[in-house]
Structure formats: structure tokens, C-alpha cells
């Protein structure tokens, strides 16, 4: 059975919007960043349904893993949850889009995740024995090595939602 330890998971980051945005080239952006990043792809959940008079609510999660070693498996998922979604029209640079006017939760989830080829899952014993290797001797190696640059790169793709989103200010010195 693979295991993971507490601090080498959880939720990187969340983001609320609300206002008009291209869903479709967000989650096209989502998809071609983990693969430029190496992450296998599986879309888990999509939910779409008329639940309310205001419009839509769509629920989409994507689950992306990324084999480091052997030993080392990396479990990222991006989770978009819309509700009062509704299709607009747009005008940009002279050509007619589609956009959706949305309140959004965009959250990030991760996981480090050691011996996911469970090659330590032979006996009770083993597993046993793994659950104290990862906890209490490679602890350290974990979160250094993995779960923080996992993380620092997940906030990254937080940024880049901000700048997609327009939500970013443009300093002006």
C-alpha cells in the first residue's frame, strides 16, 4: 500500500472568482501546464447540470501524477467547482467569443507519495515498516526534497491563473 506522510499533502492553494472569463482556455491552460510538466492525466469528476435559475454549476476534477523514481510519485489535482454559470458573448479584437460570466473556486490539492508501485505491500509487516521508514527516517528528505518544490511550483500555476484571470495589478513606479 502507498504511502504518504501528513505534511507532504493537502491543499496548495484556492482561488474565488467572480466575473466574466474564458472557462475553456483555463482548463485547456490546466491541462497543457501539467503535461509541459510531465503529469499524466485523468479527468475524474465532471458534473455538469442545471441546478439553479440562475445558470449552470460545473465541477471538474483533474488528477495528474507525475513518476519521480521508483520510489517517488507525485499526485497533483485541480479542482474547479462553478456555480450561476452562464455563456456571454464577447467581442475581442474585433472577432465574436464565448466566455462565461461565473462565481469560481479554483483549489489546487497535492500529494507525495512513497512507493506508489507498493513493493512494500507484501505483509502487514512491510507496511509496517515502511510507515516508520517514511515518517520518521526520510521525513526530512521528503519535505525538502519533494513536498516544497512540489508546492513552490503549485503556487506558481496559482500566479498564472491570477495573470489568465486578470487579476493581477500592474505596478506602476
Not at 472569463?21 to 490546466?30: A, H, I, K, N, P
Not at 475524474?44 to 460545473?58: A, D, Q, R, Y
Not at 512491510?126 to 513536498?147: M, S, V
Amino acid at each position: 500500500m502507498a504511502h504518504s506522510i501528513k505534511e507532504a499533502r493537502g491543499t496548495a492553494t484556492k482561488l474565488k472568482y467572480k466575473g466574466v472569463f474564458d472557462y475553456d482556455g483555463l482548463s485547456t491552460y490546466v491541462i497543457n501546464w501539467l503535461q509541459d510538466h510531465k503529469y499524466e492525466l485523468n479527468e475524474k469528476t465532471h458534473k455538469h447540470k442545471m441546478s439553479c435559475p440562475h445558470g449552470f454549476e460545473i465541477e471538474r476534477h483533474i488528477e495528474a501524477t507525475r513518476k519521480i523514481d521508483a520510489f517517488y510519485q507525485y499526485k497533483v489535482t485541480v479542482i474547479f467547482f462553478l456555480w450561476d454559470a452562464f455563456e456571454v458573448d464577447a467581442v475581442k479584437d474585433g472577432k465574436k467569443i464565448k466566455l462565461w460570466n461565473a462565481q469560481m473556486e479554483l483549489r489546487i490539492d497535492f500529494e507525495v507519495v512513497c512507493d506508489y508501485a507498493n513493493k512494500w505491500a507484501t505483509s502487514p509487516f512491510y507496511e509496517k515498516l515502511l510507515k516508520f521508514y517514511c515518517e520518521y527516517i526520510i521525513k526530512k528528505e521528503i519535505l525538502i526534497k519533494h513536498a516544497d518544490p512540489l508546492y513552490y511550483n503549485l503556487l506558481a500555476l496559482h500566479t498564472n491563473f491570477k495573470k489568465f484571470l486578470g487579476m493581477e495589478t500592474a505596478a506602476q513606479f
